[in-house]
């Protein structure tokens, strides 16, 4: 199997069609008025990083509609909730700043990518206001805009990701607990590994 290494032959195989002008001109600065509405309803963002050695991690980070608050045009803040301490994105972020983001809304087909810095704070008072039920954040990440844009709808209408009637029958897939149980190899039964890890929902969402 050959691959491709260098950027002319990358450009070589998508010579055509060349990138129009407004896929080009679409990249933003800084946040607008739809950017702000949009980040404003989505409960869901999707949070890209790497190491030091370029080790890459995606995370999930979802909450309320608007849980990621705007703080200005060039400033996004991302509380994070109760996990399971691995890290992974924060401490990606100290050794290498670098973030992409992609913000989704349910039911809507295009997203919202936005590319930047990100700082990780314990700040009080932006603790404080991204509380939810009186439960702060344990951390906040900031992200200082570099780009954003608008990505079209052409990968959600191939995947038809909103269409319930392409989704997969959950009761035809494994649970996590059976999954676990075998990938551990752990003793308990899948069902106790459920019930625990429900137990652990209902007490540490926020």
């Excluded at 950017?35 to 989505?42: E, H, Y």
């Excluded at 991690?57 to 705007?70: C, E, L, Q, S, Y």
């Excluded at 509380?79 to 349910?106: A, C, M, Q, W, Y």
Aim: glycine share 8%; proline share 6%.
């Amino acid at each position: 199997m050959e691959f491709v290494t260098t950027r002319d032959e990358l450009r070589a195989i998508y010579k055509t069609p060349r990138p129009t002008d407004g896929s080009i001109r679409k990249e933003l600065k800084a946040l607008d008025g739809h950017c702000r509405s949009f980040i404003g309803k989505s409960p869901f963002v999707l949070i890209g990083s790497s190491d030091g050695a370029g080790n890459a991690d995606v995370t999930p980070k979802g909450d309320r509609p608007g849980f990621a608050a705007v703080l200005d045009d060039t400033t996004i803040a991302i509380p994070d909730r109760p996990g399971n301490n691995r890290l992974d994105t924060l401490e990606n972020i100290l050794l290498n700043p670098s973030v992409g983001l992609l913000f989704l809304i349910p039911g809507m087909n295009e997203t919202l990518r936005v590319n930047g810095d990100a700082r990780i704070t314990v700040d009080t008072t932006l603790r404080e206001r991204l509380a939810v039920d009186g439960k702060e954040p344990q951390s906040v990440v900031v992200v200082t805009v570099k780009a954003a844009y608008m990505h079209c709808a052409k990968a959600f209408m191939r995947s038809d990701l909103w269409k319930p009637e392409t989704w997969y029958d959950r009761a035809t897939l494994p649970t996590l607990g059976q999954i676990l149980r075998d990938q551990l190899a752990l003793a308990e039964t899948a069902g106790s590994i459920d019930r625990e890890l429900d137990q652990d929902y209902r007490k540490t969402l926020w």
